[in-house]
């Protein structure tokens, strides 16, 4: 399973960027993907998840800036920010939840996959 996360780059205050993620592999199915953060000197924390169902959860320094979507069709996950502020600057990672199928055999348990990250940088 592989992901390829996109759309990262310098962007001033109060502006906008759409970061996208696409699964591909060997995916039977996709539960819930999520997008995280990680700040120099900081933990990676989660910024916003969606469940299949679309049942969402987002951060609440983003909550009202920030929409989480997705495509179950092309197994793809997107991430609209609005209103950009300077505390916004990490590295943003999407990760998945999906169990795998191998020579016709679904896999028993979930998994996390990380996609590589793509850097957002907010400054004037």
């Known amino acids: 399973v592989q992901l390829q996360a996109s759309g990262g780059g310098l962007v001033q205050p109060g502006g906008s960027l759409r970061l996208s993620c696409a699964a591909s592999g060997s995916i039977f199915e996709i539960d819930s993907m999520a997008w995280y953060r990680q700040s120099p000197g900081k933990q990676r924390e989660l910024v916003a998840s969606?469940?299949?169902?679309?049942?969402?959860n987002i951060a609440g320094s983003v909550k009202g800036r920030f929409t989480i979507s997705r495509n179950n069709d092309i197994n793809a996950i997107y991430l609209q920010m609005n209103s950009l502020k300077p505390e916004d600057t990490a590295v943003y990672y999407c990760k998945i939840n999906t169990r795998t199928i191998e020579d016709g055999i679904v896999s028993g348990r979930w998994y996390d996959y990380w996609g590589q990250g793509t850097e957002v940088t907010v400054s004037s």
């Open positions: 969606i469940t299949i169902s679309g049942l969402q």
